[in-house]
């Protein structure tokens, strides 16, 4: 007998937000690569509330995105034979990176590169557009919502990420001052402002907490080093200084040996609890990202039921749902009428 695992029906429990955000991840990293203005432009055409972007530094203190400082996955540094001797072996976050890295490079030499789709294998379609863009700065990206926000008559939101806050602090780099600098040159380090700030790291996010009115979210990832901060002691801890968490989304459904989801866990409950906002990361519509019992036939990279996964999310209770795939997300939030 073939046993086909479903996610349980629940009541909704409501979340902390009138209307749970749907946020783009790097812009709509299903359909463009990562991290280009197109990526960012086309996540708000499907209607996303937010865009998430990552931030690293350049060698002149430039903030620019990057999901890391490390360049070849998502450019075209190795064609560029005027760069090859810069390639390098450091330790970032803990681990041994070999590559091009963005503090190698000044803006004026980063804005030779062009960017390339960072898996092209899952989405061959995006690499179409490979080497139509270059990389964008962080004021690049503020100006151009501005922009797509006045076009579209409504206020689209940016949660910025900041990357490896501890190593660019180890190397005189350190992010929060050109962060805290770009924005208020767009007059928006206030508290209306659509902006929220969020780091793995803690170092940095309660010094921004010092520095900014700002919303700051600690971001949560699976495994030890954030497991204590699951906890209702670790959470009281992050509410001294953050305004919520943004966890990995198996900390909120996790899956069982199966790898499907069910029952979810406290978490969401837990930081509701001390008015801490969840926004979950990172929901893909391919069969590879999704929970057994959401995949739809064999094929790793073919779309499985996204759709279930973000209803099961909001069911839960979450404020927002990061994802490469915008339009899915945004159609079935509207599908329970939220």
Same mark, same amino acid.
């Given at each position: 007998?073939?046993?086909?695992?479903?996610?349980?029906?629940?009541?909704?429990?409501?979340?902390?937000?009138? =209307?749970? +955000?749907?946020?783009?991840?790097?812009?709509?990293?299903?359909?463009?690569?990562? *991290?280009?203005?197109?990526?960012?432009?086309?996540?708000?055409? /499907?209607?996303?509330?937010?865009?998430?972007?990552?931030?690293?530094?350049?060698?002149?203190?430039? %903030?620019?995105?990057?999901?890391?400082?490390?360049?070849?996955?998502?450019?075209?540094?190795?064609? *560029?034979?005027?760069? !090859?001797?810069?390639?390098?072996?450091?330790?970032?976050?803990?681990?041994?990176?070999?590559?091009?890295?963005?503090?190698?490079?000044?803006? +004026?030499?980063?804005? =030779?590169?062009? +960017?390339?789709?960072?898996?092209? +294998?899952?989405?061959?379609?995006?690499?179409?557009?490979?080497?139509?863009?270059?990389?964008?700065?962080?004021?690049?990206?503020?100006?151009?919502?501005?922009?797509?926000? /006045?076009?579209?008559?409504?206020?689209?939101?940016? /949660?910025?990420?900041?990357?490896?806050? !501890?190593?660019?602090?180890?190397?005189?780099?350190?992010?929060?001052?050109? %962060?805290?600098?770009?924005?208020?040159?767009?007059?928006?380090?206030?508290?209306?402002?659509?902006?929220?700030?969020?780091?793995?790291?803690?170092?940095?996010?309660?010094?921004?907490?010092?520095?900014?009115?700002?919303?700051?979210?600690?971001?949560?990832?699976?495994? $030890?080093? *954030? !497991?204590?901060?699951?906890?209702?002691?670790? %959470?009281?801890?992050?509410?001294?200084?953050?305004?919520?968490?943004?966890?990995?989304?198996?900390?909120?459904?996790?899956?069982?040996?199966?790898?499907?989801?069910?029952?979810?866990?406290?978490?969401?409950?837990?930081?509701?609890?001390?008015?801490?906002?969840?926004?979950?990361?990172?929901?893909?519509?391919?069969?590879?990202? %999704?929970?057994?019992?959401?995949?739809?036939? =064999? $094929?790793?990279? $073919?779309?499985?039921? /996204?759709?279930?996964?973000?209803?099961?999310?909001?069911?839960?209770?979450?404020?927002?749902?990061?994802?490469?795939?915008?339009?899915?997300?945004?159609?079935? $939030?509207?599908?329970?009428?939220?």
């Amino acid at each position: 007998m073939t046993v086909t695992w479903q996610v349980p029906v629940r009541d909704r429990t409501p979340s902390l937000v009138v =209307t749970p +955000a749907i946020v783009g991840h790097r812009g709509a990293s299903g359909h463009r690569p990562e *991290h280009t203005l197109e990526a960012y432009r086309t996540a708000i055409r /499907m209607g996303v509330d937010d865009i998430e972007i990552d931030l690293v530094s350049t060698k002149d203190g430039v %903030l620019v995105a990057r999901h890391e400082s490390e360049l070849s996955g998502t450019t075209d540094v190795t064609d *560029h034979l005027e760069f !090859a001797s810069r390639r390098d072996t450091r330790r970032i976050d803990d681990h041994l990176v070999t590559g091009w890295f963005t503090e190698d490079f000044t803006l +004026a030499e980063l804005k =030779t590169l062009t +960017a390339r789709e960072r898996l092209p +294998a899952t989405r061959p379609d995006n690499t179409a557009y490979n080497g139509r863009e270059g990389i964008a700065t962080l004021t690049e990206i503020l100006a151009m919502v501005h922009a797509e926000s /006045m076009r579209r008559g409504r206020s689209v939101g940016v /949660m910025i990420e900041l990357k490896h806050a !501890a190593y660019f602090d180890s190397i005189g780099l350190p992010l929060d001052d050109p %962060l805290l600098a770009a924005l208020r040159r767009h007059d928006l380090d206030r508290p209306w402002a659509r902006i929220s700030l969020m780091s793995f790291e803690s170092g940095i996010l309660r010094r921004l907490a010092l520095r900014t009115k700002l919303p700051i979210i600690q971001l949560l990832e699976t495994g $030890a080093s *954030h !497991a204590e901060l699951c906890t209702p002691a670790g %959470l009281a801890s992050i509410d001294e200084y953050a305004d919520g968490i943004g966890p990995h989304k198996s900390l909120v459904l996790p899956r069982d040996n199966r790898g499907a989801i069910g029952e979810p866990s406290s978490l969401v409950r837990d930081a509701h609890r001390l008015w801490l906002t969840v926004h979950v990361w990172t929901v893909r519509a391919e069969n590879r990202f %999704l929970p057994s019992n959401l995949r739809r036939g =064999t $094929a790793p990279d $073919a779309p499985g039921d /996204m759709a279930g996964e973000v209803r099961a999310l909001l069911d839960v209770g979450v404020d927002g749902v990061i994802t490469d795939h915008p339009e899915r997300a945004v159609t079935a $939030a509207r599908e329970l009428d939220i």
